[in-house]
Structures are given as structure tokens and as C-alpha cells.
């Protein structure tokens, strides 16, 4: 189980280094100049990768966004011609090329992809 280290000198939260020369595991501090050897060689890595279709709930109203680029297509739920459009931001190396688009219609406000 991975447990957090402070830093003696100003309590801040201490962060894995590398030190390259020596070629060791440090835990640095960020704020002052404070460091450790790390007693455990393992170093974990939460990400938090959010789907295209969980980003797109960030922002309340697409529609109205006037950098996003409109195409004429139809609503599948309110039958407006409009809809803003965009690619996914994920960096994934399985994500696919895919288009999400958000009806113009700021009532409707669905969201559909292709």
C-alpha cells in the first residue's frame, strides 16, 4: 500500500525524482530544497481519464460556444438543423477518431456522435 511522505522542514507533500547521475529514487519536497531516499522502489500513477461523452457535460451550453464549427444536421430528437460539432481531446492510443455533436437547438441541447 503506497503511503504519503512529508517533507521535515516545511510539511509539504514530497514527490518521487529521479536522480539520474546517481541513478536512485528520490522523494523530493517542491517547495524548499528538502529530499529523501525512497525506501521502496515502486512508484504509482493514478489517471483519471474521462470519456468524450463526460467532457462534453463540463460545459453547459455548446450550442451557444461561437469557436465550435456548426454543420447542417438534423436533430434526432427535436428535428433542428443545427448542430455544433467537435473531435474527442482524448489522448488514448485506443480512442477513435469520432465526432460529437450538440444540436443548436439551446431547449434541446442533445448530444449524439458519429
Keep these: 500500500m503506497a503511503t504519503f511522505k512529508y517533507c521535515l ?8 525524482r529521479e536522480d539520474k547521475t546517481n541513478r536512485r529514487l528520490l522523494f523530493a519536497c517542491r517547495n524548499c530544497q528538502y529530499e529523501e531516499d525512497a525506501d521502496n522502489l515502486c512508484v504509482y500513477r493514478h489517471e483519471i481519464i474521462h470519456a468524450a461523452s463526460e467532457q ?5 451550453d455548446l450550442s451557444a460556444d461561437p469557436t465550435l464549427p456548426r454543420a ?3 436533430c434526432e430528437k427535436c428535428g433542428s438543423q443545427e448542430a ?3 473531435q474527442s481531446t482524448s489522448r488514448r492510443a485506443d480512442a477513435k ?3 460529437f455533436y450538440v444540436c443548436g437547438n439551446r ?6 456522435s458519429e
Design 97 to 99: 477518431m469520432t465526432l
Design 9 to 16: 522542514d516545511c510539511n509539504n507533500l514530497l514527490y518521487p
Design 84 to 86: 455544433v460539432f467537435f
Design 107 to 112: 431547449n434541446c441541447s442533445h448530444r449524439w
Design 56 to 60: 462534453t457535460m463540463i460545459v453547459s
Design 72 to 74: 447542417n444536421v438534423i
